[in-house]
C-alpha cells in the first residue's frame, strides 16, 4: 500500500529553527499562558520575543563557560526558552523528571556529569544538597539574574553566540530513560536526529499555525519535547502551557484549544466520562446507533452530529496524537467516531522518538500506525504466530548510552536498533504492539502471555481504575510442579464500584471483581490465559510521569505483600 504524505519541512539543526521563528513565524503567537490557574489574564509571547529571549540566554550562558547545563521545572515558559538557549549556544542540555524525589534528582545531575543547572524554586533543596557534593553552576529562573540573561545582553556575548557553529551529529540532549535512577540510562541524542524526526513528523500531520496545542505532559519526556514543543513551533502552532492536570479540561476551552499530545491513559479517562455521561443521560443507544450510521462520514459531519460532545471538551478540539502504549481499540474507535483526528504513534527515547505514526488518509484499528518516511522497521525472531521483536532502521537512532557502551552494543546491532518491544507488520506496511519483551510470559509448555492484551480486557470493568497482570510461581511443596499462575492487581475506583454493587460490603469487592473478571477474560480466553488469582487496592500502581507502571517496582510491593502472609 503506497501511503499518501505531506511535503514536509527539512531542518538540519536547532539554530534553524529559531530562525523560522524570526522570520517565518516573528508576529505569530509562540506561547499563551496564565501565571496561575485563577488568573483571568492570559500572556502571549510572540514568537519574535520567544527567538529575541534565546539569543540572550545562549550568550550570556556562553559568558559562563558551560558545557552541559540541566534543566528541571515544571512546564512552563522558562524551560522552553532555556532548552533552545543551551542547545542553539553549542551546550548539552539535559532536561531532569520533575517528579523525581530530591535524592534521585541529586543522583541524575551528578551522574549527568553536568557543570551548569537552571532550575526553579522549588527544587532550591535539591539543588543546594547537590552544589554541596559537586561544582556546579546553580542558576534559578525565578530569581532576577536569570531574568536579567533573558532580557540583556552585551553585543560581545552576541557576536561570540552568533559565531557559534553547531555540530549536528553531537551529542546535544542527554535524557534519561524511565524508570528508578539507579537502573536509568543515559541517551545521547543529537540535533540531526531529532531534525530528522521533525521532518518526518512534518510529512505525516497536517498541523497550521492557526493550531493551538496543549502542553501538560512533563517536558523532560522527549515524546512531549519534540512533538508538542519542536515539531509544534516549526510548524509556527501557539503553545498553551497547561495549569495542570486537574485543570486540562477548562484549560482546552480558555485556550480554544485545537490538539494535544497525550498518553493513552488520559484518553481513555476522558472516554470513560463521556460514556458514563451519555450512559447517565439515557443516551447510549442512540448514541451507538449514531455512531456506526456516521462512521464513515467526513470528519465535519461527525463533528456537527456530535457537537455537545466536542463542545464538552473544548468546543474546538480536532487533533489528538497519543503513543507511549497501545491506546484501548473501543477508546480509540470512539474518538474517531465523534469526530476527533486521532494519530497513534510509536517510538522510543533511544531514537528521538517517534518511528511509527497515522496520518489522516492512512490508520488501522489497534495498529501504532506505519515506519514514519526514511524509517525502516521489521521483525526479528519472529516465532509461529508471526510476531518477533521489532528493530528499526533510522536517521533518528541515539548516539549510545552515555558511559555504557554494553548496554548500547545490547540494542544496536549492525544498522538496527532493537527495541525490545514485541509485535508484527501486516502486509500493509501497519505496525502492530503485542507486548514488551522484558514482561512477555512464557509458560512452561512454551505458550506466550502478553499481559497488556489481558489488561486492556480488565480495564474495560467500568470500576477499574487501572490493573497489572503478572505471573507468580507457587514455591510450595505440594504444588511445585504446577505451571506458573496468573495473577492480576486490580486498582477499583471505590465510587464507582458503588455504583455498579450499591448494597455490597467491602469485605464482598473481591469476590465480586474476580467474578467479573471471569466473565470478561477467562469465558473468552484460551485455558492458558486465564486470571487465576487477584489482589484489589485503591492504591494507584507505581507509575512514572508518563504514567506507564513500573513493573519491576510493583512487582517487589505484591511479592512482599503475598510472601508475608
Not at 511535503?7 to 499562558?33: H, I
Not at 473544548?314 to 497501545?326: F, H, K, M, N, W
Request: charged share 30%; with cysteine; net charge positive.
Amino acid at each position: 500500500m503506497k501511503n499518501k504524505i505531506y511535503e514536509g519541512q527539512e531542518l538540519k539543526d536547532f539554530r534553524e529553527l529559531v530562525s523560522l521563528y524570526k522570520n517565518k513565524y516573528k508576529n505569530l503567537v509562540a506561547f499563551e499562558f496564565k501565571r496561575n490557574p485563577k488568573a483571568k489574564e492570559h500572556i502571549k509571547i510572540t514568537y519574535a520575543k520567544f527567538a529575541k529571549d534565546i539569543e540572550n540566554l545562549g550568550a550570556n550562558l556562553m559568558r559562563l563557560h558551560l558545557k552541559r547545563v540541566c534543566l528541571v521545572s515544571d512546564n512552563r515558559y522558562e524551560w522552553f526558552v532555556s532548552y533552545l538557549a543551551i542547545t542553539t549556544a553549542g551546550l548539552e542540555v539535559v532536561p531532569l523528571d520533575k517528579a523525581l524525589p530530591d535524592n534521585e534528582l541529586e543522583d541524575s545531575i551528578i551522574r549527568s556529569g553536568a557543570d551548569g543547572i537552571i532550575y526553579s524554586r522549588k527544587y532550591s533543596k535539591a539543588v543546594e544538597n547537590t552544589k554541596n557534593k559537586i561544582k556546579i553552576d546553580a542558576i534559578c529562573m525565578d530569581n532576577s539574574f536569570f531574568r536579567n540573561m533573558i532580557r540583556n545582553t552585551m553585543h560581545t556575548n552576541n557576536k561570540y553566540y552568533r559565531k557559534v557553529k553547531i555540530d549536528n551529529k553531537k551529542m546535544s540532549i542527554m535524557l534519561f530513560t524511565s524508570g528508578t535512577t539507579n537502573i536509568s540510562k543515559a541517551v545521547m541524542i543529537s540535533q540531526y536526529a531529532i531534525c530528522q524526526d521533525l521532518y518526518a513528523l512534518s510529512q505525516m500531520i497536517d498541523i497550521k499555525t492557526t493550531d493551538t496545542f496543549l502542553s501538560f505532559l512533563p517536558l523532560h519526556h522527549t515524546f512531549e519535547s519534540t512533538t508538542t514543543f519542536l515539531f509544534g513551533t516549526s510548524c509556527g502552532l501557539t503553545v498553551a502551557i497547561c495549569d495542570g492536570l486537574r485543570y486540562i479540561l477548562p484549560n482546552l476551552s480558555e485556550f480554544h484549544v485545537t490538539g494535544f499530545v497525550g498518553v493513552p491513559l488520559v484518553l481513555e479517562i476522558m472516554y470513560k466520562k463521556i460514556m458514563k455521561t451519555i450512559e447517565e443521560q439515557h443516551k447510549t443507544k442512540i448514541v451507538n446507533f449514531m455512531r456506526k450510521i456516521f462512521r464513515h462520514a467526513p470528519i465535519g459531519v461527525k463533528r456537527f452530529i456530535f457537537k455537545d460532545i466536542i463542545n464538552a471538551l473544548g468546543g474546538s478540539l480536532r487533533i489528538l496524537i497519543t503513543g507511549g502504549a497501545a491506546m484501548d481499540k473501543d477508546a480509540l474507535q470512539a474518538f474517531n467516531d465523534f469526530g476527533f483526528d486521532v494519530h497513534q504513534g510509536y517510538g522510543l527515547t533511544e531514537t528521538s522518538p517517534v518511528i511509527a505514526g497515522e496520518n489522516s488518509f492512512n490508520k488501522r484499528n489497534g495498529s501504532v500506525g506505519y515506519p514514519l518516511p526514511g524509517i525502516e522497521i521489521k521483525v526479528a525472531d519472529v516465532d509461529e504466530n508471526g510476531i518477533g521483536e521489532l528493530i528499526v532502521k533510522t536517521p533518528t537512532i541515539m548516539n549510545g548510552y552515555y558511559k555504557n557502551d554494553e548496554a548500547t552494543k545490547e540494542v544496536v546491532k549492525g544498522e538496527w536498533f532493537y527495541t525490545g518491544d514485541l509485535g508484527y507488520v501486516d502486509k500493509d506496511g501497519f505496525v502492530f504492539i503485542t507486548g514488551r519483551k522484558k514482561s512477555m510470559i512464557v509458560l512452561k509448555n512454551g505458550k506466550k502471555i502478553f499481559p497488556e492484551e489481558l489488561e486492556s480486557l480488565i480495564n474495560k470493568i467500568p470500576y477499574v481504575s487501572e490493573c497489572m497482570v503478572f505471573s507468580y510461581e507457587n514455591f510450595s511443596k505440594k504444588d511445585r510442579n504446577m505451571d506458573t499462575d496468573l495473577w492480576a492487581e486490580i486498582v477499583y475506583n471505590k465510587e464507582e464500584i458503588k455504583n455498579v454493587y450499591p448494597n455490597a460490603k467491602i469485605g464482598e469487592y473481591k469476590k465480586l471483581i474476580f467474578d467479573d473478571i471471569k466473565k470478561n477474560v477467562n469465558e473468552i480466553m484460551p485455558a492458558y490465559k486465564h486470571i487465576k488469582k487477584i489482589i484489589i487496592t485503591e492504591e494507584p500502581l507505581i507509575k512514572t510521569t508518563t504514567q506507564k507502571v513500573k513493573r519491576n517496582e510493583e512487582m517487589k510491593k505484591i511479592k512482599d505483600l503475598i510472601e508475608t502472609k
